[in-house]
Each structure stands twice: as structure tokens, then as C-alpha cells.
Nanobody, 124 residues
Framework: QVQLVESGGGLVQAGDSLRLSCAAS????????MGWFRQAPGKEREFVAV????????LYADSVKGRFTISRDNAKNTVYLQMNSLKPEDTAVYYC?????????????????WGQGTRVTVSS
């Protein structure tokens, strides 16, 4: 079992930056690939970014590529999502998730554990 707790969300203006954190407890987080997803009001949950167990490999959704950076500190059992140049369309609840599989995966159904989410609101 892995417990995930997100933090760092808030209300910002377009162009601002935020850094989300996801603290993992329970089974060692370094055994899992870690992903960030988001869900905007009235929309389905969508993939944002994923990072491999060791942190060497990453993958991003086209909509955030070049603006968001995922990273992890396995010593602290924490995964981060640095979000720069935020846009109103980035407004959503952001979730981190743990995937026990070997490969980087973008399907939400592939992930074994989920946090409760942190809300990000970007005003224009």
C-alpha cells in the first residue's frame, strides 16, 4: 500500500508559477513510476506527466510540454510538478498517482494508487 498526499495548489494569475508536491508513505515510493493527472470541471481526468522510478525518464502531455517539469526525490519519497507560465486552461484538480508497472504509462487505469488531489485555479 502507498498513501499519496498532494499539496501546493492555489489561486494564481495567468503567467504565474506553482510547484505541486506529492508525498508518499507506506511502501517505498521508489518502486513506482509516478504520474500527475488533472481533472477540470465537467471534463475527464487527463494525463499531465509521468516520471520513472529512478527519475531518469519523463513523459509529458503536449499541452504542458515546455511549461511543466516533473521531478522526484526518492530520499524524501516526494514527487514534484513545477508549473510555469500557467494558463486559465490549466485550472483543474491535480492528482498524483503511483504505477507499479515497468514502463511509463499515460492511462489513468494503469495506476495503482491515487492521492486526493489539490486544486489549481488560474485566473486570466
Amino acid at each position: 500500500q502507498v498513501q499519496l498526499v498532494e499539496s501546493g495548489g492555489g489561486l494564481v494569475q495567468a503567467g504565474d508559477s506553482l510547484r505541486l508536491s506529492c508525498a508518499a508513505s507506506g511502501r517505498t515510493a521508489s518502486l513506482y513510476g509516478m504520474g500527475w493527472f488533472r481533472q477540470a470541471p465537467g471534463k475527464e481526468r487527463e494525463f499531465v506527466a509521468v516520471i520513472s522510478r529512478g527519475g531518469r525518464n519523463t513523459l509529458y502531455a503536449d499541452s504542458v510540454k515546455g511549461r511543466f517539469t516533473i521531478s522526484r526525490d526518492n530520499a524524501k519519497n516526494t514527487v514534484y510538478l513545477q508549473m510555469n507560465s500557467l494558463k486559465p486552461e490549466d485550472t483543474a484538480v491535480y492528482y498524483c498517482a503511483a504505477d507499479g508497472g515497468v514502463y511509463l504509462r499515460i492511462q489513468a487505469t494503469a495506476y495503482d494508487y491515487w492521492g486526493q488531489g489539490t486544486r489549481v485555479t488560474v485566473s486570466s
